[in-house]
């Protein structure tokens, strides 16, 4: 089955400075990558997506590139403020024959911005 | 937030007991999950359902059961379980299967004695 992995697993920064997540998953058939924000205490929300036809999106602070050849897909965040302090999950998902889905998370990266 | 909902937040059962967990959305949507998020593991799918049809199960003991009666209600019924399954159960449906943003509930903390 498909295997996501994810590092780091934490990660401290500099309030401005740039915040690097980075994934890898097995199987070549995955087509679609989310990313999940998770603050303490709280659901896991959707901050950003890409899908398999497309290598970089960005929305604001936040950009996720694809690397299908590598099988690795990252997520990017610019200038961190505090309030991005909170797991982040990435997540690789299958879907194949008609009803057949299949989505499998990464162990998840604590990241914390110091003002 | 009141797109997911799930009842109760919290539960402390123990072994011989029979709870049920309740997620409901009101959303539209068409597919609904059960996922579980212990301390250091990643969040495990549990079970999928599309359109009330149970479409994954993801190697889940059958000491836990869903229940889809219809798409905006799901289920998952406990009985027998173990402390190793104390965890927070996550709900999340989306409006298709797969490719689509997933809205997860708050959760139920889950403690069994």
């Known amino acids: 089955g498909e295997n996501v992995e994810q590092h780091p697993s934490t990660l401290s920064v500099q309030e401005g400075d740039s915040a690097v997540i980075k994934c890898t998953y097995s199987d070549s058939a995955s087509n679609y990558f989310p990313w999940y924000k998770q603050e303490l205490g709280k659901r896991p929300q959707l901050i950003i997506d890409?899908?398999?036809?497309?290598g970089e999106k960005k929305d604001q602070r936040i950009a996720v590139t694809l690397n299908k050849t590598a099988k690795h897909f990252s997520l990017h965040i610019t200038e961190t403020q505090p309030e991005d302090s909170a797991v982040y999950f990435c997540a690789a998902s299958i879907q194949s024959g008609g009803s057949n889905y299949k989505l499998t998370f990464g162990k998840g990266t604590l990241l914390t911005v110091n003002p | 937030e009141t797109g997911v909902t799930q009842t109760p937040r919290h539960l402390v059962m123990g072994m011989t007991n029979k709870k049920s967990l309740k997620c409901e959305q009101h959303?539209?949507?068409?597919?609904m999950y059960w996922y579980k998020q212990s301390a250091k593991k990643p969040l495990e799918l549990m079970f999928v359902?599309?359109?009330?049809?149970?479409?994954e199960n993801n190697s889940v003991p059958s000491r836990f059961s869903p229940e889809c009666p219809n798409s905006s209600h799901l289920f998952l019924h406990l009985h027998t379980l173990q402390p190793e399954d104390s965890a927070l159960y996550l709900c999340?449906?989306?409006?298709?299967?797969?490719?689509?943003?997933?809205?997860f509930g708050p959760g139920t903390r889950l403690t069994v004695l």
């Open positions: 959303l539209g949507h068409n597919a």
């Open positions: 359902y599309n359109f009330k049809e149970q479409t």
């Open positions: 890409i899908r398999s036809n497309v």
């Open positions: 999340a449906s989306s409006q298709a299967l797969a490719t689509d943003t997933q809205y």
